[in-house]
């Protein structure tokens, strides 16, 4: 991985006073000119934000706890903290190669932007689309599994507090998870300057929370579990009899907190310094989260004072017995509050992240109801009507909420449209884009090819193993809906770039030739 300077880190500001950019924010905005589009927001974003937002996203101590189950039932203690290691190696290649891009090409438009750049002319517009249409199914899916877990959080919450007198069903957790999108949808509507500010707290959150968990777990666990049975004893307990297939569904989890981190790149016009600042923002939050979900995985391990035992909790979470069982009712009730918390904050960020590609595709009339979906508000700078949009979609798939597989569905089709879009402009990085890529101030060089096909193979094998149901025994409650999802998505824009689109769209349009002074509503403040 290599750095060149491309812009200075503490330009001399030239604000009069009277809102003029300083000469960082005229180089963000030539760089993105040079990509063919005018700046419509505010650069309130610093590089610590960036990384915060990134971070907030994957949101580590959540994501494992409320993916505690997965490597639980795949492998029990060795799935802990092998099934998290070894897909590290891997995203981390997907992340670089994706680093890669965004530093050459800071755009909100990101990914499909990316694929339309490296594609062969020919193939550019499909490469768009396709590239477009699974970011927003799998940002909107994410949006659904992390606030679906925000409210399973809860109601274990709840449960755990009444010591199981309170009960709440599969209705309770719906309402409580519409509550939980409207909500976010009013936060998220607020300007770019709140939210950017607010990612400092969020990333002290993360951190205090996280650190807090992984001490507690291993000082309040000493001597429940040999240091030899957490590392390496193996209990499958999916109904698969192959014990390799099994340890492998444990990947699921890594595999759902690893996503998000594009959202660097989504958010590089809204960023200070963008392309250092979104690159940096992608590699560091990937690795953070690796490192401390490894550690967060171990110290769930050692914690693990019986794999049959916790599996037969009535939690919806059954993470929530190990908590119990190592720190007590308080102790446990005081961690739990703070991970739902944190959870809730994840969602918001999610919200933001997908509002933005929204925005972006919307952009290039790219979605029904672009002209909407593309509008900046005129007070906070900032698309809310994209953020109802996926608020809206997000509650759609919210409904999966009364299925007991809901979570494994929503957290395989997050991950299968996120990565597909990740490796789509990988892809054509490594064929017919290889000539193509202007580095930006940071390039991988040499390593280029190989990380970048690394990474596509790595994501070929995670699709298939995502649409594998989770169990053996397959009936209506524990069917993978995931395949439902993502083929409802494909068919939708299979159909509509046959009927339709490719008669029209081109792939990503510059707008640069727009008079900011045009009475239109579109692509402007309202």
């Not at 508000?377 to 999966?400: D, E, H, M």
């Not at 569905?409 to 996120?418: E, H, N, P, R, T």
């Amino acid at each position: 991985m290599e750095y060149t300077k491309e812009v200075d880190s503490n330009p001399e500001s030239v604000d009069d006073g009277n809102g003029t950019l300083s000469a960082m924010h005229r180089a963000d905005n030539a760089l993105l000119r040079n990509l063919g589009y005018k700046s419509e927001f505010k650069r309130e974003f610093s590089l610590l934000e960036t990384i915060s937002f990134s971070l907030s996203i994957m949101a580590v101590s959540c994501g494992t706890t409320t993916g505690y189950s997965y490597p639980l039932l795949s492998g029990g203690h060795f799935a802990m903290v092998w099934g998290w290691f070894i897909p590290c190696i891997f995203v981390t290649c997907v992340a670089a190669s994706m680093a890669e891009l965004a530093s050459s090409m800071p755009t909100s438009a990101g990914l499909y932007y990316f694929s339309a750049k490296m594609a062969s002319q020919k193939r550019s517009a499909l490469a768009s689309w396709i590239t477009g249409w699974s970011n927003i199914t799998g940002q909107v899916t994410l949006i659904c599994s992390i606030n679906y877990s925000c409210a399973e959080l809860i109601t274990t919450g709840i449960a755990m507090a009444t010591d199981g007198a309170v009960v709440l069903g599969s209705g309770a957790t719906f309402g409580i998870l519409f509550a939980i999108h409207l909500t976010q949808a009013i936060l998220c509507s607020a300007g770019t300057r709140v939210l950017a500010r607010s990612m400092v707290l969020v990333l002290i959150v993360i951190m205090t929370t996280t650190i807090s968990a992984i001490i507690s777990l291993l000082v309040c666990s000493r001597g429940m579990v040999s240091p030899k049975d957490a590392f390496t004893k193996f209990e499958n307990n999916t109904g698969w009899s192959n014990n390799v297939w099994a340890f492998i569904l444990a990947f699921t989890t890594p595999m759902w907190c690893l996503t998000g981190y594009d959202s660097a790149a989504h958010i590089a016009e809204e960023t200070s310094n963008a392309a250092r600042a979104a690159p940096i923002a992608i590699m560091v939050g990937v690795l953070g989260t690796e490192i401390l979900g490894w550690l967060m995985f171990i110290a769930f391990s050692f914690a693990t004072y019986s794999v049959p035992d916790v599996l037969q909790s009535k939690l919806a979470l059954p993470v929530g017995d190990v908590f119990l069982h190592v720190l007590g009712k308080r102790g446990a009730l005081a961690l739990w509050w703070s991970i739902a918390v944190l959870q809730y904050l994840t969602g918001c960020s999610q919200t933001v992240d997908a509002s933005r590609v929204v925005f972006a595709f919307s952009r290039d009339d790219a979605l029904p109801g672009s002209r909407w979906w593309k509008r900046v508000n005129r007070y906070t700078q900032t698309p809310v009507n994209a953020v109802w949009f996926v608020i809206l979609l997000s509650a759609i798939c919210g409904l999966l909420s009364f299925s007991v597989a809901a979570f494994n569905s929503l957290a395989s089709a997050a991950v299968i449209g996120l990565y597909v879009s990740y490796v789509t402009p990988i892809y054509f990085r490594i064929t017919s884009g290889r000539d193509k890529l202007k580095p930006g101030p940071f390039h991988l060089g040499r390593w280029s090819r190989p990380v970048g096909a690394i990474a596509v193979a790595w994501v070929a094998f995670m699709v298939v193993m995502l649409l594998f149901p989770y169990s053996q025994t397959v009936g209506p409650q524990t069917t993978n809906y995931a395949v439902v999802i993502i083929l409802a998505v494909f068919i939708f824009a299979a159909a509509s770039w046959i009927f339709s689109a490719r008669r029209w769209f081109t792939g990503p349009i510059p707008n640069i030739a727009c008079d900011a002074e045009s009475s239109s509503s579109d692509g402007k403040p309202e």
